[in-house]
């Protein structure tokens, strides 16, 4: 079985903000493999369901983005996963451009407060994760006020294609083909013209 968890902040006020693209991505697995995620777990709703012939949960932590390790943490106990391998955390990041996605095996948290609770939870940074590039903070932004902003309307279409790409990396991935998905995903992607 895997657990995959996707971060966010609960309520409407956070709807298609930048920190919710890992919310965001569970919504289009879940849409497109019809697994409902609407059931409650430590915290979190969860939904289950067969992905690239595994079993999966996919959850999406209600605990507010500081504190996502203190559900998934639980969800992993709850359900006796190794979370080295049966665990696929997808989270926003700054460092990368709208859209673009970044596999890793291990990490640290990269001064991403949910990546720094679940870490200390497991009491591990070894475990897998998609990272959803959701741009990077415009000087004059406070940097709390610029993760829970919303995308323009050109950054809308990216963060699409994003989002698509990280449900592919995840199938790859639930089908052990972790490296291929690293080489494919992995790459400088050129910025569009404008």
């Known amino acids: 079985m895997f657990i995959i968890a996707g971060l966010g902040n609960p309520t409407l006020q956070y709807e298609g903000t930048r920190h919710n693209a890992g919310f965001d991505v569970i919504d289009v697995l879940a849409e497109k493999y019809n697994i409902s995620v609407d059931g409650r777990?430590?915290?979190a709703y969860i939904g289950k369901g067969l992905i690239a012939g595994q079993k999966v949960i996919l959850a999406k932590p209600q605990t507010y983005m500081n504190l996502s390790g203190e559900s998934i943490g639980g969800l992993a106990d709850y359900y006796k996963i190794d979370p080295e391998h049966e665990l696929l955390v997808i989270y926003d990041d700054i460092s990368l451009p709208p859209g673009q996605i970044r596999i890793r095996k291990k990490g640290s948290a990269g001064g991403h407060n949910g990546?720094?609770?679940?870490?200390?939870?497991?009491?591990?940074?070894?475990?897998?994760r998609?990272?959803?590039?959701?741009?990077?903070?415009?000087?004059?932004?406070?940097?709390?006020?610029?993760?829970?902003?919303?995308?323009s309307r050109a950054e809308k279409e990216e963060m699409e294609e994003g989002y698509q790409k990280a449900v592919c990396a995840a199938e790859r991935i639930l089908k052990g083909e972790v490296e291929a998905a690293m080489n494919e995903y992995n790459r400088k992607v050129k910025p569009k013209e404008i």
Do not use: C, W
């Open 115 to 128: 990546m720094k609770n679940i870490i200390r939870h497991l009491q591990t940074e070894v475990f897998l």
């Open 41 to 43: 777990k430590n915290r």
């Open 130 to 151: 998609i990272k959803v590039g959701v741009g990077e903070k415009p000087r004059q932004f406070d940097l709390a006020d610029y993760v829970l902003s919303h995308f």
